[in-house]
């Protein structure tokens, strides 16, 4: 499972897990565990997941794209999930209604992505320079995301 965003600056497609990843880690360390509060477009874009789509600002999306940049000079020891995230990659259905994050090694699941990665910006953080260009770097125009 895919997701394409695409905006004023181009576009992107991107494994589901990339932006679960990075919204699951906003959660954890820069929301205090509580979904939305603080990036609040960037938890908007799972509506793709469920709907097939979600639009969000660009503006708005720019100014919490460079607030999330604060994760990535963090360790990769650091990486957290959420309860939904783990439920997906390890298929276990219906998915819990627990958002709660937690470290990833505390649940013991294996992460290809985060192989030899030092930084929780080696992880994602490609994916946020993606996200900023196709932003851009002015004005507010729609940010369309699709799960392909």
Avoid at 22 to 45: C, M, V, W, Y
Avoid at 77 to 98: C, E, K
Avoid at 122 to 135: A, P, S, T, Y
């Amino acid at each position: 499972m895919s997701l394409i965003f695409s905006g004023p600056g181009g576009s992107t497609e991107r494994r589901w897990i990339t932006y679960a990843l990075l919204r699951d880690n906003l959660q954890h360390h820069l929301e205090d565990g509580e979904p939305g509060s603080k990036f609040p477009t960037i938890h908007a874009l799972a509506d793709a997941l469920s709907s097939v789509k979600a639009t969000v600002s660009s503006k708005a999306l720019r100014q919490e794209i460079e607030r999330a940049q604060a994760l990535c000079a963090r360790p990769a020891s650091d990486l957290a999930l959420s309860a939904r995230t783990v439920a997906v990659i390890s298929h276990r259905w219906p998915m819990p209604d627990d958002v709660a994050t937690r470290p990833a090694s505390e649940w013991g699941i294996d992460l290809p992505m985060a192989h030899g990665a030092e930084t929780l910006g080696d992880v994602f953080g490609g994916f946020l320079e993606d996200l900023q260009r196709i932003v851009g770097t002015e004005g507010d125009a729609p940010v369309e995301v699709i799960d392909n």
